[in-house]
């Protein structure tokens, strides 16, 4: 191999060129991923994950409610649901117990040590995205929510 090729490799920057970097998929991945590296480190303390949280989100807001309806909420399957649900169990953040009107299905809801777990959680959660949005005024943090939001198609009004 010659010292010329050598040295091309030696200088190839360690970012991406502009063939890269307008790429919306690109962009969309790297954020995600940076995004998620500061939630991670985030909920750690906590034992949670991005995935746990945001099942905890939904229950938060619902109140107890039966795992079906959570599911749907969150936009997943039945035995991802089942998985969330068995992991929060087990970390006593959540109880099931049988619906009153139909023994056969689940209601969801915090534990006491649970739901105080999830609001220390959701708090460095919130931290972390504000690290993520860091780098923009506030008016192009709250802009770019709002495009996203346009781009996935929920509603902008909540």
Known sequence: MSSD???SVDQTPN???PELS?????LLKHA???LNELTAVALEPYNLNGRELGCLVVLDAMGPTSQQDAAR???VDRTTMVALI???????VVVRRPFEED???NVVEFTESGHELFLRALKASDEAERRFVSPLEDAA???FRHQLRAVIGVDDAR
Do not use: T
Not at 86 to 92: F, G, I, M, P, R
């Open 22 to 26: 307008n790429r919306l998929g690109y």
């Open 32 to 34: 995600q991923q940076r």
């Open 5 to 7: 090729v050598v040295d």
């Open 103 to 105: 023994r056969r299905r």
């Open 15 to 17: 970012e991406p060129g």
């Open 141 to 143: 943090a709250e802009a």
């Open 86 to 92: 068995d992991a929060l169990e087990a970390k006593s």
């Open 73 to 75: 909420r969150l936009g």
